[in-house]
């Protein structure tokens, strides 16, 4: 018997992209622990470019920026495959085809549609799940940890911001008459098919290996075991945390080799 208890019990998980996504990693998981997986992508294009990977799995097609197409998705969910014991929300957009400006330059039109994809659709899809989730599900979204303030990153960081605290309002929320649990993975830099079209991102990626306690960068397989452990019934008494998944870079400002190359000492 599996440690994680998943075994036999059903989780929609959104935002697959491709092999390197940290969804796909997720549902792999959870499949590999006897877990059933259902799947929701952004389009019927992505459903048709990810056909070899998903065949033979239910897999549902909902663009989380259109709140009928989360409410349809939650009432076809609900019907063919609840009760749902978990969702792993791992969706984000950015419009960075004007490249990327001061964060007080930024486009009013592109924050509101990054914010309502990439954190209110989370309150959206919880909404509409309500009624077919267990009593104690768990409900877990991806987070970034401390490139928060990362120039290149632009406005996704305040509106990841957004995204931690609306899982912490919704395990208060929900609470009233559930036990259904909201917590993200604050990941670290990875190497995903979304992060490379960051402008500039390689170069905060190699910097964050260096600044992680064992030189070596994130595997997104490590971010994938936290929510995979989050979504499990083996944390049944973590609920409205932000659990940070970054291998320590966020502790290690002053590491002597960073230090030394940053001040050409040495």
Known sequence: MSYLGVAGRTYLVTGVANRKSVAWHVARTLEQEGAKVVYSVRSEARKASLD??????????????????????????????????????????????????????????????????????????????????????????????????????????????????????????????????????????LKTSASAGIPGYLENYLFAEKLTFRRRALETQEVADAAVWLLSPRASGVNGQGVVVNAGM??????????KAATRLG
């Open 52 to 189: 070899k990977l998903l065949a033979g799995k239910p897999t549902y097609v909902c663009d989380l920026e259109r709140e009928a197409e989360t409410k349809a998705l939650a009432e076809a969910v609900g019907r063919d495959h609840g009760p749902i014991d978990g969702v792993l929300h791992s969706v984000a957009f950015a419009n960075y085809s004007k490249g990327i400006v001061p964060f007080h330059e930024t486009d009013r039109a592109d924050f509101l549609q990054a914010t309502a994809i990439s954190a209110f659709s989370l309150v959206e899809l919880a909404r509409a799940l309500k009624p077919h989730l267990r009593k104690d599900a768990s409900v877990v979204a991806i987070g970034i940890s401390s490139q928060v303030t990362a120039a290149n990153y632009g406005y996704m960081s305040p509106i990841k911001a957004a995204l931690e605290s609306c899982a912490r309002f919704l395990a208060k929320s929900f609470s009233r008459d559930t036990e259904v649990r909201f917590n993200t993975v604050n990941a670290g830099p």
């Open 250 to 259: 966020d502790l290690n400002y002053f590491d002597e080799d960073v230090v």
